[in-house]
C-alpha cells in the first residue's frame, strides 16, 4: 500500500481551503459598507451579530456533521458564502448586508464545525492518522497564505477595479473551490441509527456547561480565555475605523505613507529606492492590506511558537503577560486620544502593537486549549472545547456590538471616537481581568501549580 493515499485528496483540500481565504474585500470591508449606507456603528454592530449568529449556530453545525457526510458539510459552508455573494453582487442597502453577513456566520460555523475531523477522516480512511498534526499544519498554512496575499491586493484591487469587480471574482474563485470539494472521496458516512438526537445532543451540552461552571479549577480559565478572546477581535475589527480616522483610506499606498512620513531616498538609498518606485504593482500594495498581512504573520507565528513557549512559561504566567499587554495597549489609546490628532504612521505604529497584543492572545488560548483537552473528563472532552468556543464568542459579540450605541453618528448625534472606546473598555476590562486572575491564582495555581504548565506531564 502506497504511503501517500492521502496525498492527493488532502492537496486539493489545502486548495480548496486556499481558494476559501481570498477575501479581497476584507481589508476595504468598513468602505465596502459605507458603499451601502452603514456608519461605523453598523460596521462594529454588523462584526458583533456575525460572531453572535456563529455561537447560535454551533451546536446545529456540530450535528450537522455527524448525521450527514462531512464532504456534504463542506459543500453547504461553501455554498452558503456564494449565496452572500451572489446578494451582494445584485443587490444593496442595510438589510442586505446583514442578510449577506447572516448567510457567512452560517458557513463559518459548518466549516469550523467539520474542516479539521474532515482531514482526519481522510488519513484514517488510509491509516496515516499519524500524519495528522502535519496535514493539519499544511492546511492552516495554505489559509494563512491565501488570506495574506488577498490582504496585500485587496486594498489595491478596490481602489483599482471596484467592489462589484471583486464579488464577481470571488463568486468565480468560491464556485472553482466547490468543484474541488466535489471530487473529495466521502472518507465519512455516519450511521445514523448510532448518532444521538439533537435533543440528546443540547443535554449533554448544558452537561458540559455545567460541569465547567461548577468546577474552579476549569471555569475562571473558561471566561478569562473567552473575555480575551473578546478583546483581541475589538482590536482587530477596530483596525480599519482608526485608520479611517487617522486619514489613512484605500488610495493610501505604501509609497504615498512612505513620503508623507519622510521615507525618502535619503534613507534608502536613492537607486534602490528609485527602482522601487518604478514598479507598477507596488501601487497595489496598500496600506491597509498590509496591516492585515502582517496580523497574520504575527498570529501564524505566535501559533507556531505556543508549544515550544509552553514548555518554559507557566499558562498562568502567559495569561498575565496577555493580560498585562492588552492593558498597555489601552493605555496607549488615551495617550494617542490626547494628542488630539492622530497621524497615519502613529496609527500604524498603535496597530502593529495591537497584532503583537493579538498574537499573545492567541499562544494563551492555544495553551489554555491543550490544558483542558488534557485535564477534562474525556466523555465530555469535545463539548467543553464547544462551550470554551462559545463562551469567547459570546463575549466577543458583546464587545463588539456595543460601540454601535457609543460611537458619534454621521448625521451628527452625539457619541464618542473610535479610540475613546479603548479607554472605555479599559474601565470595564482591567478590573474583571484582575478579578478572573485572582481566581485562577487561588484555585489554580496555589492548588496545583504544576498543572498550569501544559508540557508538565512530559516534564
Excluded at 519622510?262 to 522601487?276: I, M, P, Q, S
Aim: charged share 15%; proline share 3%.
Amino acid at each position: 500500500m502506497s504511503k501517500y493515499l492521502s496525498f492527493v485528496p488532502l492537496s486539493m483540500y489545502n486548495i480548496a481551503a486556499f481558494l476559501r481565504s481570498q477575501l479581497f474585500l476584507l481589508p476595504v470591508l468598513l468602505f465596502f459598507y459605507q458603499e451601502n449606507g452603514l456608519t461605523v456603528g453598523d460596521f462594529y454592530l454588523i462584526q458583533g451579530l456575525i460572531v453572535f449568529f456563529a455561537f447560535l449556530f454551533e451546536i446545529p453545525a456540530g450535528y450537522l456533521g455527524d448525521i450527514f457526510p462531512r464532504k456534504y458539510i463542506l459543500i453547504t459552508a461553501y455554498a452558503l458564502f456564494l449565496g452572500r455573494l451572489f446578494l451582494w453582487i445584485f443587490f444593496r442597502g442595510f438589510e442586505i448586508i446583514l442578510i449577506g453577513e447572516f448567510l457567512y456566520a452560517c458557513s463559518k460555523a459548518c466549516f469550523d464545525s467539520v474542516s479539521s475531523s474532515f482531514i482526519y477522516d481522510i488519513l484514517k480512511k488510509n491509516n496515516e492518522e499519524a500524519k495528522m498534526v502535519k496535514a493539519y499544519s499544511n492546511f492552516n498554512a495554505a489559509m494563512y497564505i491565501g488570506t495574506g496575499i488577498a490582504a496585500l491586493l485587496g486594498a489595491g484591487l478596490y481602489e483599482k477595479l471596484g467592489s462589484h469587480v471583486l464579488l464577481i471574482a470571488e463568486f468565480i474563485i468560491y464556485s472553482t473551490a466547490i468543484l474541488l470539494l466535489s471530487f473529495l472521496p466521502n472518507a465519512h458516512r455516519p450511521a445514523k441509527d448510532t448518532v444521538a438526537g439533537f435533543k440528546e445532543r443540547l443535554k449533554k451540552f448544558w452537561v458540559a456547561v455545567r460541569y465547567i461552571l461548577k468546577s474552579r479549577k476549569y471555569c475562571y480559565l473558561v471566561l478569562f480565555s473567552g473575555f480575551m478572546v473578546g478583546v483581541s477581535h475589538f482590536f482587530f475589527w477596530s483596525f480599519q475605523p482608526l485608520m479611517k480616522s487617522s486619514g489613512i483610506d484605500p488610495s493610501v499606498s505604501l509609497t504615498d505613507l512612505a513620503d508623507s512620513i519622510g521615507w525618502d531616498a535619503r534613507v534608502f538609498g536613492e537607486t534602490a529606492w528609485n527602482y522601487l518606485l518604478s514598479l507598477n504593482w507596488l501601487d497595489y500594495i496598500k496600506v491597509m492590506g498590509v496591516v492585515i498581512f502582517i496580523n497574520n504573520v504575527i498570529r501564524s507565528s505566535f501559533s507556531y511558537f505556543a508549544a515550544g513557549v509552553a514548555k518554559y512559561v507557566s499558562l498562568f504566567k502567559l495569561g498575565n503577560i496577555s493580560f498585562v499587554m492588552e492593558i498597555i495597549g489601552c493605555a496607549l489609546s488615551f495617550i494617542l486620544m490626547k494628542t488630539g490628532h492622530i497621524s497615519p504612521l502613529n496609527c500604524l505604529l498603535f496597530i502593529i502593537f495591537l497584532c503583537v497584543c493579538i498574537g499573545l492572545q492567541l499562544m494563551f488560548t492555544i495553551s489554555h486549549i491543550s490544558r483542558l483537552h488534557r485535564l477534562i473528563n474525556p466523555k465530555i472532552r469535545s463539548l467543553s472545547s464547544s462551550v470554551n468556543m462559545m463562551t469567547g464568542r459570546l463575549l466577543t459579540s458583546v464587545m463588539l456590538m456595543a460601540p454601535k450605541f457609543l460611537l458619534e453618528h454621521e448625521a451628527g448625534t452625539a457619541g464618542i471616537r473610535v479610540i475613546d472606546i479603548f479607554w472605555i473598555y479599559a474601565i470595564v476590562f482591567i478590573p474583571v481581568g484582575l478579578y478572573f486572575i485572582y481566581k485562577i491564582y487561588r484555585y489554580n495555581v496555589k492548588a496545583e501549580h504544576s498543572l498550569m504548565n501544559v508540557s508538565a506531564a512530559k516534564a
